[in-house]
């Protein structure tokens, strides 16, 4: 897939997935040990694949829904623009001629 045709949300989920994998590939005992020195705030644990699922999921349905009301919301001013133009016709096709 070519780069330009990415969403950024599609670039922001492969750009965590490859932080996942370098952190994955590194060996532990690779790391460099933290000097002792102030508590760093621990940061939350790593969602587990479960729950990143059910994050994609919702977030999909979020997305399917927003577009379906975008999709409702064009078919009824379509179609009363359409219907506008046919009762125009309408009225100029029936009038009285001069």
Do not use: N
Not at 70 to 97: D, E, H, Q
Request: no cysteine.
């Amino acid at each position: 897939m070519a780069r330009e045709k990415l969403t950024a949300r599609e670039e922001a989920l492969l750009a965590e997935a490859r932080r996942e994998a370098a952190a994955r590939s590194e060996a532990p005992g690779a790391r460099p040990a933290q000097a002792p020195g102030p508590a760093a705030p621990k940061a939350k644990p790593a969602p587990t694949p479960g729950e990143r699922l059910e994050k994609l999921m919702a977030d999909e349905r979020a997305e399917t829904l927003e577009k379906k009301k975008k999709m409702r919301r064009y078919g009824l001013a379509i179609s009363g623009g359409i219907l506008a133009l046919f009762a125009l016709w309408v009225l100029r096709a029936f009038r009285p001629r001069r």
